[in-house]
């Protein structure tokens, strides 16, 4: 090989060895996370470059996953400066710099939840790639969930239990049973992820009993009670049917009986009288008699 050919090898193995001094990388440690709300975690990013930091620039944005299509800017580190997101003020930091671009979140929130980009550029490197992704979960026990009923709960109706829970990640799962005189599983018809519900049709006696709605996603279990009990309501004591006639029944015998006590106290009384009469006409009669006896002897005697 001639000298012209040792001068071209040389060349490329120079332009090779300063594109890879030129050349910044970032590498992420992890490509998924997930995070208890309430706590904190660490979002790592690492990058290699040969330049020194006095142009070092890093910014991490977050495309959330309630609205991938508007990712926010989440903090920045440009020039020796740090700027953060006024929302996450006291929440996010950097642990690494100039060295590496790992953040910490605090107290993370479900809204945290999302896919994280670490971008870093420190010029003249240039970035091969100069970004780099993650996904973040923000996990969410169930809360309590909300027990409802619908129908008509006597023999022959029909019933419709609902069950409605406001949070979870990931969302609950939704179960009914019949806790109560024995354990039976219902069917369940999904209203949405945190909603459910069970229709019971042509209830009976068997029908009566506790029922429990259970939401459970990773972090745990939340239950609430519904408690049935199936009448025949014609049968019912105290149903208006039963209530009427047995009212009517007391009025009439009370009215008979009254009726009753009013004709006794009227022949006890005319029957008194009855008898002070007879004794009254006997007194004047007497008096009468007396009366015509002893009159001629007074008489006779004012003649003498």
């Known amino acids: 090989m001639g000298s012209s050919g040792r001068w071209i090898i040389w060349t490329l193995c120079a332009c090779f060895a300063a594109r890879q001094k030129t050349a910044l990388r970032i590498t992420m440690r992890e490509s998924r996370l997930e995070v208890v709300r309430g706590d904190s975690v660490l979002l790592p990013c690492s990058f290699f470059t040969f330049s020194d930091f006095s142009s070092l620039n890093v910014i991490w944005t977050l495309a959330p996953f309630s609205s991938p299509k508007t990712p926010v800017q989440v903090i920045v580190f440009d020039h ?17 710099l100039p060295f590496s671009a790992d953040i910490i979140l605090n107290d993370t929130q479900v ?23 993650l996904l973040l979960s923000v996990l969410e026990p169930p809360s309590l969930p909300v027990c409802e009923w619908d129908g008509a709960i006597d023999m022959g109706g029909s019933v419709r239990l609902s069950c409605s829970v406001e949070e979870g990640v990931p969302p609950p799962k939704i179960r009914w049973k019949k806790v109560t005189p024995e354990e039976i599983s219902l069917p369940i018809n999904m209203e949405g992820e945190l909603s459910g ?32 009990a199936i009448y025949n309501s014609e049968a019912a004591p105290d149903s208006p049917s039963g209530v009427l006639p047995g009212v009517l029944i007391t009025l009439v015998m009370s009215l008979v009986l ?27 009669e007497e008096e009468c008699y007396n009366e015509i006896r002893y009159t001629p002897s007074l008489m006779k005697r004012s003649f003498v």
């Open 197 to 228: 519900s069970v229709q019971i049709v042509n209830l009976s006696s068997q029908t009566s009993g506790l029922y429990r709605c259970s939401a459970t996603n990773v972090l745990g279990t939340e239950n609430c009670y519904v408690n049935l």
């Open 111 to 133: 809204s945290d939840g999302g896919i994280y980009r670490c971008m870093v550029n420190n010029p003249p490197d240039t970035a091969d790639p100069g970004v780099g992704e």
């Open 258 to 284: 009254l009726a009753l006590l009013v004709l006794i106290l009227w022949l006890h009384r005319t029957g008194q009288d009855g008898r002070g009469t007879r004794g009254g006409r006997k007194a004047e």
């Open 80 to 96: 020796g400066q740090v700027i953060k997101n006024p929302s996450l003020i006291g929440r996010v930091h950097f642990t690494g």
